[in-house]
């Protein structure tokens, strides 16, 4: 069964390239994307992914808000950060606000494929209620 993955990112052709870089992986399929962080939250409720993607420069909103609140309502959803501006203090905050890892866009499809297995494995591991249900 596939991993599956809800991307938030609000420029189109980078969603576009997460989307097909994610869609290349035998064992993850994307169940859902956003532009912005209060469609995301309604759609990630609905559909609930194993694993959620979001940038956090938003043109309309905060991927840091969003993270917040998908801690506060989904505590072992693992949350993905990702970024292409200053990395290192973005990095900082995204783990403040409650994601479980950081990407930067620089970094490559590669990196994004590593970091996203190895959050939904330390998921696993913890045996986390939300994720054992479902499987």
Known sequence: MKNR???IEDHPLMRRSIVE????ES???VCGQAE???AAFAA????RPDIVLTDLQLKSSSG????ESLRAHAPALPVIATSMFDVR????????????????KQDGPAKLIAVVRESLKNA?????PARAEDE
Do not use: P
């Open 124 to 128: 696993k591991q913890r045996g986390d």
């Open 44 to 47: 990630i409720v609905a559909l």
């Open 89 to 104: 203090r973005n990095e900082r905050l995204a783990r403040a606000a409650g994601a479980s890892g950081f990407v930067a």
């Open 64 to 67: 840091l808000d969003l993270i």
């Open 21 to 24: 870089a994610l869609e290349r």
């Open 36 to 38: 912005d962080a209060q």
């Open 27 to 29: 064992d993850l399929a």
């Open 5 to 7: 993955v809800f991307v």
